[in-house]
């Protein structure tokens, strides 16, 4: 088995709400596309929960600003 699927699949398990921007992070230092990618979805789709969290902090701005502007939009089409 390739090492970073059974990585991405390791990793993408454990996502959820409380650790989606660690392993976000981690899925970039490790050099994993597909597990950031599935990461970074996971959090614009629970974005309200994720942005409520401590480590928000650590996001890159250009990624802040993306689930931002989602979450604007979501709030003017309701």
Known sequence: ??????I????AA???TSNAIRVWMEADRLSLPKLKL???NY???HKQEVLRREDVDQ???NALNTIR????EQNQVI
């Open 38 to 40: 599935d990461c970074f």
């Open 69 to 72: 502007a989602h979450r604007e």
């Open 59 to 61: 996001l890159p701005a």
């Open 1 to 6: 088995m390739n090492l970073n699927l059974y």
């Open 43 to 45: 959090m614009l789709s």
């Open 14 to 16: 454990q996502l959820d």
């Open 8 to 11: 991405w699949q390791l990793l």
